[in-house]
């Protein structure tokens, strides 16, 4: 109601100054022609009067004169009293052209806000938004429904008979032999080259089924990939299941991790999905496959976020590298906290002098608290608060870290 209210106040405002503008008189440098010609007319005529008087003309004349300039003042007076006519007639003209734009301004602000807007709507909470996002989230179409919705899949152009005539020997080699992991694995690159998605998908499950515990991460995240394909980029139930489990078994999987991003942004959550992609950017490396769809989408999520959003270096990162990680494999647990010290030290000292994006002061208040820095970590907490005072997603990705370091409240 109050956006109907500021519409049509609003609406109302610029229909009223148009008229008035209208309205207003217009400024003439010099009366009508026809008022000046009566006026000179009647000059004419007492100038004859004056020259009768001192015997400049005849009376003959001055009759003959009299007609002619009457004649004329006759003429005068009937073009001045047209024109004020015209006028009186015209006085109406910016109520009606006032009215007609209040008609158009509000119709059509109506007409727009129905096709483009959500009448009926009033501004949703963070919390309410949330909520319907999981809802979105939880009753969204299953992977065989959506497969169902679409044409089926075309074989490229560029495959050649050759390579399809292998293709098919190869399904009936791996047929034949069920229980070949490296078939499978092959029949699946090969049916994805051919855009057969959903049978790429059924090869990537046998190869899972058959590795049994020993399927890693990136076989989950290789059929999260088939099965988000064979569904036109839609992320669907199964496809998450199959997230999930890359993640678990490797959180830094930059495949498991752009699609969950990509998953979020079509159930309604924006916010997470430009963490989830920012984090991709600032980690790298450049030519990491997620890279080019990431930078292709991540502008538009950061708005729909309600990000003011700078694409950041590429690789620039924050946190251990996978040489990091793995070096830290083989340390003593006092050698892996000097390193894990010495990494924070580094990244407040960033901060300090270069700034940063939120994420990393939220992750340097976590590790501060990790560290059982707290004291220091407060410190950081509340000069990070400063200066991202106003942005309501960083101050709550803030206090998250400030709650896990044991900080915050």
Not at 26 to 44: I, M
Not at 361 to 379: E, H, N, P, Y
Request: hydrophobic share 45%; proline share 5%; net charge negative.
């Amino acid at each position: 109601m109050i956006f109907w209210i500021i519409a049509g106040g609003l609406a109302t405002v610029v229909a009223v100054l148009i008229a008035l503008a209208m309205r207003a008189p217009r400024k003439r440098g010099t009366e009508p022609a026809a008022a000046y010609d009566l006026r000179v007319y009647r000059d004419q005529l007492r100038e004859v009067d004056r020259d009768l008087a001192r015997g400049v003309v005849s009376q003959a004349d001055a009759e003959r004169v009299r007609a002619e300039v009457s004649r004329r003042i006759l003429a005068a007076d009937a073009a001045l009293q047209k024109e004020q006519a015209g006028d009186h007639d015209k006085k109406g003209a910016p109520q009606i052209v006032a009215a007609v734009a209040a008609v158009l301004l509000i119709g059509g602000s109506v007409a727009i806000y129905t096709q483009l807007g959500a009448p009926g709507y009033g501004d949703l909470a963070l919390a309410d938004r949330i909520a319907m996002a999981d809802e979105r989230r939880a009753s969204r179409p299953a992977q065989e429904a959506a497969e169902a919705s679409l044409p089926r899949p075309q074989t490229p152009a560029s495959a050649s008979p050759d390579y399809i005539a292998l293709v098919e020997q190869l399904r009936t080699t791996v047929a034949n032999r069920p229980g070949d992991v490296q078939g499978q694995i092959l029949l699946a690159q090969n049916e994805a080259n051919l855009n057969n998605f959903p049978a790429a998908a059924d090869a990537q499950r046998e190869v899972i089924r058959l590795k049994g515990d020993a399927a890693e991460a990136t076989d989950y995240a290789g059929l999260a990939d088939m099965l988000v394909l064979s569904a036109g980029g839609y992320v669907s139930p199964e496809a998450e299941a199959a997230l999930q489990t890359a993640l678990s078994l490797d959180p830094g999987n930059g495949t498991a991790r752009y699609y969950m991003g990509l998953m979020m942004s079509q159930v309604g959550r924006p916010d997470t999905a430009f963490r989830i992609w920012d984090g991709l950017l600032r980690e790298g490396p450049e030519d990491a496959p997620w890279i080019p769809p990431v930078l292709a989408q991540i502008e538009e999520m950061a708005f729909r976020a309600g990000v003011n959003y700078q694409l950041p270096e590429i690789g620039g990162g924050r946190g251990p590298t996978a040489a990091d990680i793995e070096a830290a494999g083989d340390m003593t647990p006092a050698e892996r906290m000097e390193m894990i010290g010495n990494m924070v030290s580094g990244l407040s000292d960033r901060l300090a002098t270069e700034g940063g994006p939120v994420e990393d002061w939220a992750q340097l208040i976590t590790a501060l608290g990790v560290l059982g820095q707290t004291s220091q970590a407060a410190a950081v907490y509340e000069n990070a608060t400063e200066v991202f005072a106003g942005d309501t997603r960083a101050l709550d990705l803030l206090l998250r870290a400030g709650q896990r370091a044991q900080v915050a409240e």
